[in-house]
């Protein structure tokens, strides 16, 4: 019913940028919390971005000042822009979601997009 897609990863030099796009489509009602995770070999998931459906964004400490993320609730679409990349920032990254879907009243379920990788090089 619903599909959550990802695109925009790849090999970087530490130091570059990377902006992932995560979009969301089906028998979508609302969309509410919208996030970033991201697991690196031998770790477990954890927290990037969260951003609100109204835009209130909360980040990981690791990435403060470096990580924005962004969604246009026209397109179903979360965003991560990625600045000053580190090697430890290496991991495939996950977008999810909070998701109304048509006809089944006012109760959320949680997405997940398929995962991107991100590979910082230094």
């Known amino acids: 019913q619903v599909q959550l897609v990802e695109s925009g990863g790849g090999l970087v030099q530490a130091g570059g940028s990377l902006r992932l796009s995560c979009a969301a489509s089906?028998?979508?009602?609302?969309?509410?919390?919208m996030g970033w995770y991201r697991q690196a070999p031998g770790k477990q998931r954890e927290l990037v971005a969260v951003?609100?459906?109204?835009?209130?964004?909360n980040y990981a400490d690791s990435v403060k000042g470096r990580f924005t993320a962004s969604r246009d609730n026209a397109k179903n679409t979360v965003y991560l822009q990625m600045n000053s990349l580190k090697p430890e920032d290496t991991a495939v990254y996950y977008c999810?979601?909070?998701?109304?879907?048509?006809?089944?009243?006012?109760?959320?379920?949680?997405?997940w997009g398929q995962g991107t990788q991100v590979t910082v090089s230094s």
């Open positions: 999810n979601m909070a998701i109304v879907v048509v006809g089944t009243g006012i109760y959320e379920t949680n997405y």
């Open positions: 089906g028998s979508i009602f609302s969309i509410n919390g």
């Open positions: 951003i609100s459906r109204g835009g209130s964004t």
